[in-house]
């Protein structure tokens, strides 16, 4: 068989295995996501039997433990076999690029960040290369001491995932590894919106190339973000397609099934008004409804944090536009909180004078603070968003209603006084590490 076959013919089966992995869903449907881990299994094997059948038509030892090695590494597991034979490889041969980055990504793996870390700056000594560019970048994020370290450290990984895009643009995995930095740092520093834009925009740049397009990490990631911009319909169709395309991985279908129950509880909660619709509970908490629960508010402006007067006026929920409502206020009593997962806003039920209710989504708080029922909230200015969404796929459960979506709670003015930064704790957002 050796005869048969030629050098170039084992480093095309190598990479054929890879784009199996990667470019599955090209060729097969989401309906076989399933059968995926074991076709590819499948074909490792293969590809190693043919390696080792032929091992004489390769250029060194070196190279045939860095090609199994690689071959092992196509797992998303740790695989200690892997660790030797790339271990190996390096020690016959340290030039080897392609198996120092293969070694750094099993050590990453077996999460020993250190070595990882080692390994492709290690690679890059020898030759400046896009995949240990963006694999140090995904790295970098890992370390830091204090929140200063940390910030620097991201800030590193940003950077050096934008060379990796650098040495080729259309690469959608270093694409999908600096949204992933962007994303990182937004959380982890002063939480600039043109950085989650910027977030936002890399992971439409790494759907572009089907191999990122495919990853189930960059939905479940991209969703993650949409839950922070108020856009639930997308974050929910995100963690479904994550889901798709890895039924093993159980964690987006969760976060799927919470976010419908989120939801629906919402809708019902504005439909009975938390089931306290024509009930005397309801009607004493509406009679205390008064001027003074606008508080700095009220009086028909406000003074901003530049010191700026703002004219207000006090506008019925049903008056809202979609977006910002710019010189208006917003007055009500809370009927009740919603549990939510921590990385849910937290979120209230208002009701107004005229008996409307609506959600009030408010991010940054801190976990020691909500409101409770019967208190009076007033929000200034507040950015109104449309939800529509079909759970089940059907017009019969489709659920349709607006909410206000609030940055931060120290604009609130609850019971008559202006909520202070005692009240306000970065969001804190998950990001996977499942092809990291």
Not at 249 to 269: C, R
Not at 392 to 415: A, Y
Request: glycine residues 6%.
């Amino acid at each position: 068989m050796s005869g048969d076959v030629t050098h170039t013919m084992l480093l095309q089966a190598v990479t054929d295995l890879y784009n199996t992995r990667d470019l599955f869903f090209e060729g097969h449907s989401v309906t076989q996501a399933v059968e995926k881990p074991k076709i590819v299994e499948s074909q490792m094997n293969d590809v190693i039997t043919l390696l080792e059948t032929n091992q004489k038509l390769l250029k060194s030892k070196a190279e045939l433990c860095m090609l199994k090695g690689k071959c092992l590494n196509v797992a998303s597991k740790y695989d200690s076999t892997a660790e030797e034979l790339l271990s190996k490889a390096v020690k016959l041969d340290p030039k080897l690029v392609d198996a120092w980055n293969n070694l750094g990504e099993v050590y990453w793996k077996k999460g020993d960040i250190n070595s990882a870390k080692n390994c492709f700056t290690g690679a890059l000594q020898h030759s400046k290369n896009k995949v240990s560019l963006r694999n140090l970048s995904m790295v970098l994020r890992q370390f830091g001491a204090s929140r200063e370290e940390k910030l620097q450290f991201i800030n590193d990984s940003v950077q050096k995932a934008k060379e990796a895009i650098e040495m080729d643009i259309q690469d959608g995995t270093s694409w999908f590894i600096l949204g992933n930095a962007y994303l990182a740092q937004f959380f982890g520093g002063t939480q600039n919106k043109s950085v989650i834009t910027l977030c936002m925009k890399a992971y439409s740049q790494a759907e572009k190339d089907p191999a990122a397009r495919n990853n189930p990490d960059l939905h479940f990631n991209r969703s993650m973000c949409h839950i922070y911009q108020g856009e639930f319909a997308k974050s929910l169709l995100g963690f479904q397609t994550a889901y798709q395309f890895d039924p093993s991985w159980e964690e987006p279908q969760s976060k799927a099934t919470m976010i419908e129950n989120y939801l629906k509880n919402l809708d019902s909660m504005i439909k009975t008004k938390c089931n306290m619709a024509g009930k005397n509970k309801l009607q004493k908490i509406m009679s205390t409804m008064n001027e003074a629960d606008l508080g700095p508010y009220g009086g028909g402006s406000y003074k901003s944090p530049l010191g700026n007067t703002i004219n207000l006026e006090t506008r019925p929920i049903a008056r809202l536009s979609e977006g910002g409502n710019s010189g208006c206020v917003v007055c009500g009593k809370v009927l009740a909180s919603i549990a939510v997962d921590p990385s849910m806003p937290y979120t209230f039920i208002l009701i107004d004078a005229d008996q409307t209710c609506i959600p009030i989504c408010t991010y940054n708080v801190s976990s020691s603070y909500g409101v409770t029922q019967g208190d009076a909230v007033a929000i200034p200015e507040p950015y109104v968003m449309n939800l529509k969404v079909n759970p089940n796929g059907d017009d019969s459960s489709q659920l349709k209603f607006k909410f206000i979506r609030i940055e931060t709670p120290m604009v609130l003015v609850v019971n008559g006084k202006k909520l202070g930064i005692d009240k306000q704790a970065p969001t804190m957002l998950k990001v996977t590490a499942q092809s990291e």
